[in-house]
């Protein structure tokens, strides 16, 4: 710092995901946050951003899109689901995710939990990923940022 100055800081972008949606928004601000994004060279749709999961969430149905094998899965213990009880992990894998724009994106490794259960989404963002990439969610605004280095 020089004569009281602030320090300079290294510039970001900071790239925003909003989920536009042909219903209207509820008054409240409790609708869920649901984005699309790549992973593993695919676009998927359907990914619930979900603070409170503890881990990535893959549903079945989209590894079996993805074309992956049963061979490619590591052994995972059981997760716990929102009633609180064990829902059977099928493994773990890690698969690149790029988040963003075609402009400003952030790729990272993620391990996912893949999982035989009914969903709606087909992937569950938890709290680890939004701190990896440094995410932060508006949930009114139904939108998430996150800083990119282009």
């Known amino acids: 710092m020089r004569n009281g100055s602030s320090p300079i800081l290294r510039e970001r972008h900071i790239s925003a995901v909003s989920t536009p949606s042909k219903k209207p928004r509820s008054s409240t601000g409790n609708d869920p946050l649901v984005v699309s994004s790549t992973i593993a060279s695919f676009q998927v749709k359907r990914i619930l951003i979900d603070s409170c999961s503890e881990v990535e969430v893959l549903s079945w149905q989209a590894f079996k899109q993805f074309g992956l094998k049963d061979s490619t899965l590591r052994q995972a213990s059981s997760i716990y689901g929102f009633s609180n009880h064990p829902i059977e992990v099928r493994g773990f894998m890690v698969l690149p995710l790029v988040l963003g724009d075609d402009e400003h ?46």
Not at 120 to 149: E, Q, Y
Request: aromatic share 10%; with cysteine.
């Open 105 to 150: 994106t952030v790729m990272k490794m993620v391990e996912f939990s893949v999982v035989n259960n009914t969903t709606a989404s087909n992937i569950i963002f938890g709290w680890p990923l939004m701190k990896m990439v440094k995410m932060v969610v508006a949930t009114f605004c139904l939108k998430v940022k996150f800083p990119t280095s282009t």
